[in-house]
């Protein structure tokens, strides 16, 4: 605390929307005797990198903001929501603030470095210093990168072995208290300034449909994981595809949206966890355990960061070429839960409504979408989950339905989720079904995942017929994870090289 006030700064608050763990603020309020804390909409430059977010994540990232400004008013600052261009907003602010100093988070997908690139060469024009800090990553992945020799290790084996020789990742920082907001003020015609007031949802254009199940914010978050890490037996067992996929009370910890966002600290979780790892002789590990889904979050953010074109298949090195159907029908009708698959329509319901789904669920719709049944590309599957997911992470999303597809990372191509055997697994009497779907909750439980081979008469008596009230199969499951199971084992065979390139774990 001893360090010198002297800037003007503008603080930034991109993913890092908390208190803790920021480092970045830290250097902030430390160094500064004005603080302008900005966060920008940028609707245009959103649009032209195809950025999809939906209503519902909206409302949580407005719920975040809206914390941060009511804990930045209580020290004498505020929030300013700015509207419009990007770097329109620095090139003039830098001037009319009169600012000496820009901090911020590191991002790493590629156009957003694009984009901080062009911000620094402004800041740099008119003589603003940048502080930067790595924050919303475990390590820097660019460090990672050298520490693997100038690549992105792209098997988890080959990153966990990284991982390892790296030793844990630096400690979480403090948390900004009264005490580092205390010589830190702002003008009176700042404070008052309502241009940069709060962004609301109809002033983007968007409703939300549903009541928000998961709501933003630091406070949430930290509740979360306080919540998340009560029951020490159940993190040191915690083996993720043990959890359930279809149980209406989230079976893993649903944190995963505060750590998208940045109201949760992805590190604050790591050595949370390591406290409990500690003190116990044995746990769960890598890749199932807690650790490991941290570890995975790390391997696809720096794979997507130094792999070119990684959120697309064309020139793509990692992902297969595979020759999609375009079926515009058969998209719509997966994407507004009309398959005629029960499970499948249930999952893509909840994701509608809710922002959420597990992990395993996210695994049947996608599979389903992909190799599994309708052969549409994971590119618009992509598209809809970022529209719909809380937690919609450009790296993750990539590489998740990259796995999901078997175009890149996962090599176990032939194994295929059923969109009736699957469910049935954890929920044999159809609850989360019936719950989702109340269409079809009089169904009695052997035909609930398969109404469509229910005798008339019970169709009748559920007060549901098939063909009418709920959609015949848009399928046949058998025949279509037959044909393309042909066709992928055809592709593989033809794009080794490709394949080569991410086979490690899963082979």
Not at 321 to 341: V, Y
Not at 408 to 430: I, L
């Amino acid at each position: 605390m001893a360090t010198k006030v002297q800037h003007n700064t503008i603080h930034w608050f991109r993913k890092g929307l908390r208190f803790h763990d920021n480092p970045s603020l830290l250097h902030a309020l430390r160094t500064s005797r004005h603080v302008y804390p900005v966060y920008v909409v940028d609707q245009a430059w959103m649009r032209e990198h195809d950025i999809r977010y939906g209503a519902n994540w909206w409302r949580f990232v407005i719920q975040c903001l809206q914390e941060l400004d009511t804990r930045l008013r209580n020290y004498g600052l505020r929030l300013f929501v700015v509207r419009g261009n990007t770097e329109d907003f620095f090139r003039e602010h830098f001037g009319k603030w009169q600012i000496t100093q820009l901090t911020h988070d590191v991002d790493t997908e590629p156009h957003h470095r694009v984009r901080d690139a062009a911000v620094r060469k402004i800041a740099s024009d008119m003589r603003v210093e940048v502080v930067n800090h790595v924050a919303h990553t475990l390590y820097d992945i660019d460090r990672t990168v050298e520490r693997n020799g100038g690549t992105p290790p792209l098997t988890y084996r080959k990153f966990l072995k990284v991982y390892n020789e790296m030793g844990k990742p630096p400690k979480e920082k403090e948390t900004a208290t009264a005490e580092h907001f205390a010589n830190c003020t702002l003008p009176p015609e700042a404070l008052q300034d309502d241009k940069f007031d709060m962004v609301t949802l109809e002033e983007l254009g968007l409703r939300c449909e549903y009541p928000a199940k998961f709501v933003g914010g630091e406070t949430e978050g930290l509740k979360r994981l306080e919540k998340s890490l009560q029951d020490k037996t159940w993190v040191l067992k915690f083996e993720k595809p043990k959890t359930s996929p279809n149980s209406l009370l989230p079976s893993t910890t649903v944190l995963s949206p505060y750590i998208t966002v940045g109201c949760l600290s992805a590190r604050l979780f790591y050595h949370e966890l390591d406290k409990i790892y500690s003190k116990a002789k044995n746990h769960s590990q890598p890749p199932v355990s807690l650790h490991g889904q941290l570890i995975w979050r790390e391997f696809f953010y720096t794979a997507g960061a130094h792999t070119p074109n990684f959120s697309q298949m064309a020139g793509n090195r990692v992902c297969l070429q595979i020759p999609w159907n375009k079926n515009s029908e058969h998209l719509t009708r997966w994407r507004n839960a009309q398959t005629g698959f029960p499970w499948i329509d249930a999952v893509m319901t909840q994701l509608t409504k809710e922002g959420w789904i597990h992990h395993l669920a996210r695994h049947a719709v996608a599979c389903f979408l992909t190799r599994g049944d309708l052969w549409i590309s994971w590119e618009e599957g992509m598209k809809v989950f970022e529209e719909l997911l809380l937690d919609a992470d450009w790296s993750l999303n990539a590489g998740n339905w990259m796995w999901l597809s078997a175009s890149a990372f996962f090599h176990q191509y032939f194994r295929v989720y059923s969109p009736v055997v699957f469910g049935k697994k954890t929920d044999p009497k159809g609850t989360y079904i019936r719950h989702y779907l109340p269409v079809l909750k009089d169904f009695p439980k052997e035909y609930i995942y398969e109404p469509w081979k229910a005798p008339r008469k019970v169709q009748e008596k559920a007060g549901c017929i098939v063909g009418k009230d709920y959609p015949r199969p848009m399928v046949d499951h058998k025949e279509s994870s037959q044909r393309n199971l042909d066709i992928m084992r055809e592709v593989r065979k033809e794009q080794k090289e490709t394949v080569s390139v991410t086979l490690g774990y899963g082979k």
